[in-house]
């Protein structure tokens, strides 16, 4: 899983002059790279000028990221690829995971923030309850976490659902696999 972000970096003076690199490099996933210089490398092998008319790059088309989460055009690639690599999500499935869902109810400025000011701890204050609904969630608290021995007879009076979704207002919200809760 983790590893899936691919993007295709551009440069607005070859995008402007409507040159050959106009479309862009090819996709470049970033996991396969351990620091910037390195997909430097690949773009200059691509026939990039880094130091002419290509210097001033951008993010023409990424996969992996939802895309409703941040405008890729005004993305620095470099900058990208820095708060990915420090977050850990290119190389650690479940931060990958968390990353996701993270984008699914928030944005990538919010994650970026994160990640700039705990670094890889990014995610230390994120749940996820994979798999749950709301029902789970309410069922789960009082009877996990709040360890409360409800008897048989009271359980059918007990709304488990109205009380996960009570919980929507401490920072829990659904995302396409279940619940996440964000602290």
Not at 10 to 15: D, E, F, L, M, T
Request: glycine share 6%.
């Amino acid at each position: 899983m983790a590893g899936n972000i691919q993007i295709v970096i551009g440069s607005w003076g070859s995008y402007n002059e409507c040159n050959e690199k106009a479309l862009g490099s090819k996709w470049l996933d970033l996991s396969d790279y351990s620091d910037w210089e390195e997909i430097e490398e690949e773009l200059k092998k691509e026939g990039f000028k880094l130091n002419g008319i290509d210097e001033e790059l951008f993010i023409q088309d990424v996969e992996g990221i939802p895309s409703n989460s941040k405008n890729w055009d005004y993305t620095n690639p470099k900058e990208l690829f820095e708060t990915l690599l420090e977050s850990e999500v290119l190389d650690d499935d479940y931060k990958y995971e968390v990353f996701e869902a993270f984008l699914e109810v928030k944005d990538y400025d919010e994650f970026e923030n994160l990640v700039r000011n705990h670094g890889s701890n990014w995610d230390m204050d994120i749940n996820l309850y994979k798999k749950m609904d709301w029902y789970d969630l309410g069922y789960y608290f009082i009877h996990e976490v709040c360890c409360r021995e409800v008897p048989d007879w009271l359980d059918n009076y007990i709304d488990y659902q109205r009380y996960g979704e009570e919980l929507s207002y401490d920072g829990f919200a659904e995302y396409n696999n279940g619940i996440i809760e964000i602290r």
